[in-house]
């Protein structure tokens, strides 16, 4: 099966949406090898094995918020339906009503998926007694890392509003008096991740503070950060501290 469909290619799927892990219609279409029609179409014919904690259709805002976080799913910007998500039992039932050999094998690829997540979630005992221990002997520059790898591990216990997987990054990491959007979140894809990390504490922190607004007209901080590398440069996006509206830096990769 993992030459048919890779393990990264449906954790990438997986998003964050009113406290559950959730996978859209279209991306489990595309998994399975089915229309996005033809799979709402066989859940419609099977309502009531989906109920709601099963499978539900996000609001207008919801849809919105994940076009804005989500460069990969701008295609949703043109469509006027409203995608349905499916929870990890929502997909297992998906196995009783698309019965093809590929929707059953990437069906088990899928719970696998969601069953390492929610055991890396809960195994964390001795994960974090090495973050302790690495954060008596580590240099400055992995502060950070160290503060997202507590995040993901207390992420279950806390409330969830966005979609996505997203870290609640802590407040002295932009100053002392950001607007609360601007410290929602600091996504990076896993390449833009490995690169951030290299970058010295300090420097990073200049980075984050040091962003052209063109709103303000004047330099600012960046909050609520997705990073990609384009072209070789890592790209940050975000909004500025100061106002709200959209600002980007690019970091050329020496």
Request: hydrophobic share 40%; net charge positive; proline share 3%.
């Amino acid at each position: 099966m993992s030459d048919i469909i890779s393990i990264e290619t449906i954790s990438g799927k997986i998003y964050l949406n009113r406290g559950m892990k959730v996978m859209l219609d279209a991306d489990l279409a595309e998994l399975y090898g089915v229309t996005t029609k033809a799979l709402n179409q066989a859940v419609t014919r099977n309502e009531k094995r989906f109920p709601s904690d099963f499978m539900f259709r996000l609001t207008k805002e919801e849809k919105q918020e994940l076009v804005t976080n989500c460069d990969r799913l701008d295609r949703l910007k043109h469509s006027s339906a409203l995608p349905r998500v499916f929870t990890e039992q929502g997909v297992a039932m998906l196995s009783s009503v698309l019965r093809s050999e590929r929707a059953i094998h990437v069906n088990i690829e899928i719970m696998r998926v969601f069953t390492r997540l929610r055991q890396a979630i809960l195994d964390n005992t001795d994960l974090r007694k090495e973050l302790e221990d690495l954060k008596q002997i580590s240099e400055e520059r992995f502060r950070i890392v160290f503060e997202t790898l507590d995040q993901l591990i207390n992420i279950e216990n806390k409330p969830k509003k966005k979609i996505g997987f997203t870290v609640k990054e802590k407040q002295k990491a932009y100053g002392k008096a950001l607007p609360k959007k601007a410290q929602d979140e600091f996504s990076l894809t896993p390449q833009a991740f490995r690169i951030w990390i290299n970058i010295p504490g300090d420097i990073q922190m200049k980075i984050l503070n040091n962003v052209w607004c063109r709103t303000c007209l004047d330099t600012t901080g960046i909050g609520s950060v997705s990073g990609k590398i384009e072209n070789g440069m890592l790209i940050l996006k975000g909004i500025c501290t100061r106002c709200g509206n959209p600002v980007a830096r690019v970091i050329e990769n020496e």
